[in-house]
């Protein structure tokens, strides 16, 4: 159920609001202004604000006051100068005026909740599978962390328990990212624990620190300090671990290295620790490889040849592929055709992500160690993470079932 503040025509009003009130939402307020709105923001404590998208009812102000709260802004526009209004302002959550509450909805929630988990974790115990995603992608820093970390945003956005794991063996850099303490790197420890069989929810929750955000809150676990540590970090522990983690959060979004490269190859040791098993068995236990690659001649030609690495490890089908930091001043006019046409000319790959050049939001977020929710909400990169996420991570909203109105019977006095 959602607090809701609404200021809307009256006849769209009228319309929608049996329909808030059947899908177990609760109006708070019903305003006709603004500053209306604005002004009572801290009393009425909302969590979605559902406004006009006209000038009378939607404002920089009130978007700045929500995004300031870590309320929801939903506008419908009624027509395209009103629509126009909204996207000069940032905002991106605008419908039509006509739309039934079941276009709304899932707006409002912000995603489709998933069933949360139930019990504890015990030994023999059957816990409901998560969504694992690995968030790979190959040497010279294509953007890997930031989307893995922006991806467990919106999706904790969006509802759901969500855990970040840092599994890249050749140093962590979610913890300063975040602005998180990274003196006890949290899943090399869940990985020794696992290792000994003593990884338990209890000791997940100790081992793990928390990102706290408005309705965007997540769990992290860091990576390694140094480059030295990654013997700490072995196939079977690693997946011991990972697989433990997987029962305790919704979604679990991994941080791995770069590295496919086999270390067996290069020693007569078949025993030895092996440099990049972190990054295999990451890969190998998602359900969801995301690919990412930086959006130039140099970037895209380290992507073709990783992929065609990583394609020997994961099913195809399972690798969702990213082109991050599209920009036409590396890449020519048209820089988002030039991406897929290479992409497909020399590894058939037909689908994939475009992520745009956004340094100014990437820049604020690391200056404030926050996310692009919370640092450049309005961002052109954060929206289309977001839309990623809400599109192809999380799952597709079921049609809402109208249940008919029970009207009191009436009652009629007796004749005298």
Not at 10 to 34: F, K, M, Q
Not at 68 to 77: C, M, P, Q
Not at 331 to 357: E, K
Request: glycine share 8%.
């Amino acid at each position: 159920m959602a607090r809701l503040a609404i200021a809307l025509d009256p006849a769209t009003e009228d319309r929608l609001l049996a329909d808030i009130v059947e899908h177990g939402h609760a109006v708070v307020a019903r305003l006709v202004s603004s500053r209306d709105l604005l002004e009572n923001l801290d009393v009425l404590a909302p969590d979605v604000v559902l406004v006009g998208a006209g000038r009378d009812t939607l404002s920089a102000e009130l978007l700045a006051g929500c995004d300031e709260r870590g309320i929801r802004l939903v506008a419908l526009a009624a027509t395209d100068a009103e629509r126009a209004h909204a996207g000069q302002l940032g905002l991106h959550e605008v419908l039509d005026r006509s739309a039934s509450w079941t276009e709304v909805e899932p707006l409002v929630r912000g995603g489709v909740p998933v069933p949360s988990r139930v019990g504890d974790l015990s030994p023999g115990a059957s816990a409901r599978a998560a969504s694992m995603l690995a968030v790979w992608g190959p040497a010279g820093a294509p953007g890997r962390t930031t989307v893995a970390v922006n991806l467990a945003a919106e999706i904790a956005a969006a509802g759901h328990s969500v855990a970040l794991v840092d599994a890249d063996p050749y140093g962590g850099t979610i913890a300063p990212l975040l602005g998180l303490l990274d003196e006890a790197p949290g899943f090399a420890s869940a990985c020794r624990l696992a290792g000994g069989g003593a990884l338990d929810r209890a000791e997940l929750e100790r081992v793990a620190q928390g990102y706290s955000a408005p309705r965007a809150s997540f769990d992290v676990f860091t990576g390694l300090v140094g480059p030295s540590r990654w013997p700490e970090l072995s196939s079977e522990r690693v997946t011991a671990a990972l697989e433990t983690i997987r029962g305790w959060a919704e979604y679990v979004v991994i941080d791995t290295g770069f590295s496919l490269e086999r270390d067996e190859e290069l020693t007569s040791d078949q025993f030895a620790p092996r440099r990049n098993a972190a990054t295999f068995a990451a890969v190998s236990a998602a359900d969801r490889v995301v690919a990412v690659g930086l959006a130039d001649p140099v970037g895209l030609s380290r992507l073709l040849r990783g992929h065609a690495e990583l394609v020997d490890l994961v099913e195809p089908e399972r690798i969702d592929v990213v082109a991050n930091r599209v920009r036409t001043s590396a890449l020519g006019i048209d820089a988002h055709a030039q991406v897929r046409q290479t992409l497909r000319r020399f590894a058939g790959i037909s689908d994939v992500t475009i992520l745009p050049h956004d340094g100014r939001a990437a820049d604020a977020a690391i200056l404030t160690a926050r996310t692009l929710r919370d640092a450049a909400s309005r961002s052109p990169l954060r929206a289309a993470l977001r839309e990623y996420a809400l599109e192809r991570v999380l799952p597709v909203p079921e049609p809402a079932r109208r249940r008919a109105l029970r009207l009191a019977p009436i009652r009629r006095a007796a004749a005298s």
